[in-house]
């Protein structure tokens, strides 16, 4: 029998078309821009000004206050600006914008290929290290994973948790770099476990990825303190919550943090950057992106340096713009539909989906049913039909009361939901209104 | 090149929908129709044009030009409500009476109260008790079982008590269970009996109900817990007076508990949205069924408990939430 | 007379009688004492119950009056002046003259002038909208067009024009502030209505540099100038790249509209005029 989680989820159909393609670099253009804010927290200050000649991992901003992260260089040329860009809303939000005249790397970056598996650090260093090389989460949130492995004064890490779930369909940027550097995941996992002070780390994997669970089993015998756990496939077995419940049976309280049942959770792209940061010196300056979906002719696996434009991914695997419907950064369930293909690639893009004209549409809404359909599908227990409609109406104290604010924004009820009703965005509204209302209630 | 469509995620969208909904309760429901087209012949098919033609037509004509708005006879909730009308009434139910009887349960039941989705009470469960307590003549002539297929054609079938009728009537002359003669387990699973043509075949409800299951159209929450309930509660009191009161196995075979339990009390619209709500109305039906079988003076009482509990859905999914992760108490 | 109808009339006298007194006693000892006065002003308001004079309701509002004892800040925008002075005499008080006002919405992001770039297919919601993204037309201050001002309207005033994509306010508005509050980005402001129903305002909110501006919308504000030094009296003052005309100040001279390069400022209810510049004009609206 197969762990997975206990309430909800739903079953999308997998549609993984780039899982046989290995990651393959792509150069980046003549100019990239390297957004301020590429993590949750504050936006990162630049310590560079225009003009400036820079070599790839060379810091370009750095994060003053408690949450936030350094950028560094993913390419080697100079500063053209520092300016506004238009993000993927639309918004105008400041970058760094610089001209690429090649790749030389700073000269205190191991650029060699040869694995280390011998860790020298100690905890508090390693998790300089990572803050200073720029670690962010890779699973979406961008959290800054030195911030994470700080813990708290009270709590006690026990369990270390990799998560190479990948429940959303079409991404599979993560299943490829099981594959192609599982022992420097591997090794990423150990840092983690020694930066926490822990014995236990469990990688789950869901069951799509028997390729990626037996090798990373296989690697992961030596060292008897790591476990490789497959999963049910079922979304979002990927939510750091839902995972935690699977792997340990623990259900993390409402409104507080895994670290609250002993847990850490990181993606496996973040265990792998962490590998990249702490042993070979190297900055998070670029990742795996996973170009896919009906409307691309070749879907591929890139390594792309950050701040690469979308528009220079979407050419090399081969997008039909005429038949375009939507550009999708991340994936299908709680990605973001761009305005334009010129935003660039951020530390928290796991993927670009690119859907036909027909199938981006939305089915027409029509009445509630009842079917509790919705009900059945909530990952976190709630009534996503009862919350959309007390939002809609805007009475608040009432979506409160029913925990609106426990929502993940997974997206599972509006998929299922029969009458195809926007359930998520009423529910995303009264979220943003419950929060501004216990914000001036608590001033 | 064209304009990027922008949404809010998830981006994609699963496959049920109302229309699959609906086509898989006509599916579920067809081995129980072709039963009763089988025991009880043309009567029994042309009641069911009837009542699914006029349920489409009124909601067609009432959503054009009273209300004014786009007719959503496209969706398949008329023809459901229809189908499940017609398998509620006898099959020898006078055409305009079934005519009435769809304007009941589409135009007061279901879009005097907002249309698809706002109703409180079961329309087709709604339209039979108004026929019964409007046309008792009619709905309470019950053609028997056809004794030979050459009289399929035949409209002058020979009309007999149901056996909960039999039950009822027996008792009050002062007969023990023992001594009336009920049908046999066999025709009460298969269905040669009297009664609605849809109610009689039990074996047919279930396949019907466990295809339901199947799709995820309903859940076994309110079927499971409305027949335990009214096996649990007979079975009770047959074991304390075994000559008043009837084994519950009769109990859950005859009438339409069956039909009430997997089909009506299941309506998506009028029952609770949450797993403990659906138990404890399943458990309100079973025990409402059995009292106004045992207690009551109609001899079924499976339409007036559901239509009884259908009132207390509101409070029920009010008193009812699910259990949220991670609540902290 | 069958004695036993006698008695059940007589038995159904005494009940109702009895009944009757008790409704009665049970009414004047639990009475609540009310100035009568707070029902002859309930009555001579409006009774749409609209909250624009900031009470719960008509009836609250006519208690707020009766309470304090003058109308200062109290004002039925439904009712307008000639409620306020039948209120006024019914009181024996002094009705302030309140200036009648309108709600204007600043932006002329029509179709024509913002041209969408993208297909918005969410839910049909101005706030959702704007956490979402900048808007069809790509201008981050413009208006969304989903229609959430025209919901919130009791009066039927504000509608969203399907050719333009923008909500237009007739006569029926009545200054009561619900639209506003539902715009999600403030483009609509309450303004009085001016001498002969006429006004002139600024149809943009845009506060992007002039050039930036321009890229989403023919019709922005550039944040010239040519307006400010045009007016000759200091109306029009321009902060953050976008101008803005004091309606206090404003004698309605129309110098400013001449010379708008954007055209971007709008003239309501003026006779029309020979154009001395071209392209895009604001849409003709009567209101």
New interface residues.
Partial sequence: MLKTFK?GG?H?HENKFSANSPIQPIDPPQKIFVPLSQSLGAPSKPVVKKGDEVKAGDILATGESFISSYLHSPVSGKIENIDDFIDV????KPAIFIEVTGSEWNASVNLSDELKEDITLEGASIIQKVKEMGVVGLGGATFPTHVKLMIPQGKKAELLIINGVECE?YLTSDHRLMLEKPREIITGTRILMKALGVTRAIIGIENNKPDAINLLSKHASSYPGIEVCPLRVKYPQGGE?QLI?ALTGR??????LPIEVGCIVQNVGTAFAVYQAVQKNRPLVERVVTVTGTNVLHPSNFLVKIGTPVSALLEKAGWQ??K?????A?G?????????ADVPIVKGTSGI?V?N?K?????KV????????C??A??????P??LARVSEVEKFDLAENG?IL?CI?C?SC???????R?L???I??GK?KVNQIIRSRNQ | ??P???????????E???K??MWGVVIALLPAWLAGVWFFGIGAVIVTLVSIASCVLFEFLIQKFVLKQEP?VN?G?AVVTGLLLAMNVPSSLPWWQVVIGSLVAIGIVKMAFG????NLFNPALIARVFLLISFPVTMTTWPLPIESRANVFNFDGVTGPTPLGTLKTQLAMGQTVAQIKLPSYTNLLWGNIGGSFGEVSAIALIIGGIYMLYR?II?WHIPVSFILTAFIFSGILCLVNPNRYADPVFHILAGGLLIGAIFMATD????P??AWGKIIFGIGCGVLTILIRVFGAYPEGVSFAILIMNAFVPLIDRAF????????K | MNPSILYAVITLAVIGAGSGAILYWVASKFKVEEDPRIDTVAEALPQANCGGCGYAGCRNFAEAIVKTGSLDNLLCPVGGDEVMKRIASILGLEAPTMQPMIAVVRCNGSFQNSPS??HY???K?C??AH?????EG?C?FGCLGQGDCERACSFDAIHINPKTGLPEVNDKCTACGACVKACPRNIIEMRPKGKKDRRIFITCMNQ?KGA?ARKNCEAACIGCNKCVKECRFDAITVSNNLAYIDPHKCTLCRKCVEVCPTNCILEVNFPPRKRTTQSDSPAEITA
């Fill in positions: 309430k739903v999308p809303s639309g918004y105008r369909p919550k419940q259900e993390v309280p409402s409104g507080k713009p005429e375009a419907g939507k550009v999708i991340g299908p369930m709680m990605g973001k539909a761009l305005l334009n989906l859907l004209g199938e981006s549409l939305r089915p029509q009445p509630c049913i009842r079917c509790a359909q009900v059945s909530c990952p976190m227990g709630l009534e039909y009862y925990a426990d924004e997206g509006q998929y299922i939901c029969p009458s195809a926007p998520l965005d009423h995303r509204l943003l | 090149m064209n990027l469509i922008v949404s809010g995620s998830p981006h994609i969208h699963g049920m929908t109302i699959s909904i959503t969706d909730s249309g698809l989705g706002k995820k859940t998506l619209v009028t029952s949205m949450t939430k699910p259990k949220r992760f991670g609540e902290v | 770039k993208f297919d969410g839910v919601s706030a959702f956490i979402t993204f900048t808007g790509g981050p992007e930036i």
